[in-house]
């Protein structure tokens, strides 16, 4: 039977960071499922899933974290069974308020108050059409009790300030 990892990486961006990783994946009979990779301040971020032989899930950990003397820092633990049965529904989320500290944590609060589990998040900021001063921007998937009434959420992050705008498709 198969196991699923799911891991962490990370480490100062150069060229070949993928090939390092997928190589090590490929050598211990890994299949490369799912990933979200970014550069973030000069770093390589990235979480990925992956597929492996049960008889080698020990082998290719210790290949993964064997990476760190190339650069590459990669956590990775073993997906523990079947994700959570409660049939939950996804809408999309798009806000874009003024920024300023502390925003990222009043919207998760106001997901979690709303009902919504965070299933995918990115954030930045823009610079505002015709004033140019910096606009906070989030967008992501937030999964919701099946059945349940997304002006709910809507109305949680709205709650935020009037300066706040959120779309939820």
Do not use: Y
């Amino acid at each position: 039977m198969p196991t699923s990892l799911v891991m962490t990486v990370l480490g100062a961006d150069r060229p070949g960071l993928v090939k390092l990783l997928s190589d090590a994946i490929a050598a211990n009979g890994g299949n490369w499922l799912d990933s979200r990779m970014a550069r973030l301040a000069g770093q390589f971020a990235g979480i990925v899933r992956v597929e492996c032989p049960s008889s080698s899930t020990k082998d290719l950990i210790e290949a993964l974290q064997g990476l760190a003397t190339l650069g590459l820092i990669v956590q990775a633990v073993p997906q523990d069974g079947p994700e959570s049965p409660e049939k939950r529904e996804t809408v999309t989320i798009d806000v874009v308020a003024h920024d300023r500290p502390g925003i990222v944590r009043e919207l998760a609060a106001a997901i979690s108050n709303g009902g919504g589990n965070v299933e995918e998040f990115t954030t930045g900021l823009e610079s505002a059409a015709m004033a140019g001063h910096p606009m906070f921007r989030a967008r992501g998937v937030v999964s919701i009790p099946a059945g349940s009434d997304p002006a709910i959420l809507t109305s949680s992050i709205e709650k935020l300030g009037g300066d706040l705008s959120v779309e939820i498709l």
